[in-house]
């Protein structure tokens, strides 16, 4: 199934290019807020199929492009985002895992607006990414058990601020990684059933139609059972709680003022958004090379030097 969030945060299933309303089926839920709700379907979901598995058979609905989707995770309770995470292509040794927390309120949908905010960054990078939505409350998960905890999969992108916050690389830094509308999350929640095989998705992102991102979940470093055991060491997970899966960094590139951006993968779903900079701030078009060599060769150091490779802070009009 495919969960959405629609206009007010109506919840409801995604069939083709359907929406259909579940919110008879899940009027005796708590609805404090919308992610109480989205909590309260994750966790009654065994009950509640049978009656969401009815509504889907009869596709009464309206056509998604008459509706405004939301992020299908409205506020999740945590973000923990893996740092890298994929070999770059190459036949490397795994690096061991690293995670850092990124804000809720970065949290917006498919359609919205990225804002690049005032502060000095040398340059906003795109990582497009799979998410992996939690299913139930865990903590110190073994790794033979990791996935009866996940509940399904999301498109995520994660918007970054390089050289933002005291660390050099401005890899894992919160507040790089954590503005307002860093965090675009969709079109849908897609429950783990839908794609039996995780490790092979095609992961693809596009900026004005121009195709940046292109790699396989095939390449992860850490798959998702190792990443959760991981996660859960640190911090209990509960329902609705995102982990991202990290990125590839071949096909990184800069987002600036005016850009559309979009996001797809496989079996999982495709989403774009808006991107908008009150400065107007420019960068070199096209994929951050040294950056992407930096990844690839292990060699660390400052990222985010643009896509020349020349260190060159970016161009004001």
């Not at 994929?86 to 359609?111: C, H, N, W």
């Not at 040398?122 to 992996?132: N, P, R, S, Y």
């Not at 800069?254 to 009150?278: C, W």
């Amino acid at each position: 199934m495919r969960f959405v969030m629609y206009n007010d945060f109506q919840p409801g299933l995604l069939v083709k290019d359907t929406v259909l309303d579940i919110s008879p089926i899940v009027r005796d839920l708590p609805r404090y807020t919308p992610h109480v709700l989205l909590q309260g379907i994750i966790t009654n979901f065994d009950r509640l199929r049978p009656r969401l598995e009815e509504l889907q058979r009869s596709g009464k609905g309206v056509p998604v492009a008459s509706v405004r989707l939301r992020s299908p995770l409205p506020r999740p309770g945590k973000m923990m985002c893996c740092i890298g995470n994929y070999k770059e292509g190459t036949q490397r040794e795994p690096r061991p895992i690293d995670m850092f927390l990124k804000s809720p309120e970065a949290v917006v949908g498919a359609g919205d607006t990225v804002r690049l905010p005032a502060y000095s960054a040398t340059i906003f990078h795109h990582e497009a990414e799979l998410g992996v939505v939690i299913g139930r409350q865990a903590k110190d998960l073994r790794q033979a058990e990791a996935m009866d905890a996940v509940f399904g999969y999301t498109c995520f992108i994660d918007v970054s601020a390089r050289g933002v916050g005291r660390t050099t690389q401005g890899a894992g830094s919160f507040i790089g990684k954590s503005y307002d509308t860093f965090a675009p999350i969709g079109p849908a929640l897609v429950t783990k059933d839908e794609i039996p095989d995780p490790y092979s998705l095609g992961v693809r992102f596009w900026v004005n139609g121009e195709l940046r991102q292109d790699y396989s979940t095939a390449d992860m470093e850490h798959r998702i059972p190792e990443v959760l055991e991981f996660a859960s060491s640190v911090s209990t997970l509960f329902p609705g709680d995102l982990i991202a899966c990290g990125t590839n960094h071949q096909g990184l590139g800069a987002l600036q003022d005016g850009d559309e951006a979009a996001i797809e993968i496989e079996r999982v779903g495709r989403m774009s958004v808006k991107v908008a900079d009150p400065l107007k701030r420019t960068w070199t078009r096209g994929v951050d090379l040294e950056t992407a060599r930096r990844l690839r060769t292990g060699e660390g150091g400052p990222m985010g030097r643009g896509p020349t490779g020349t260190g060159d802070a970016p161009r004001n009009p």
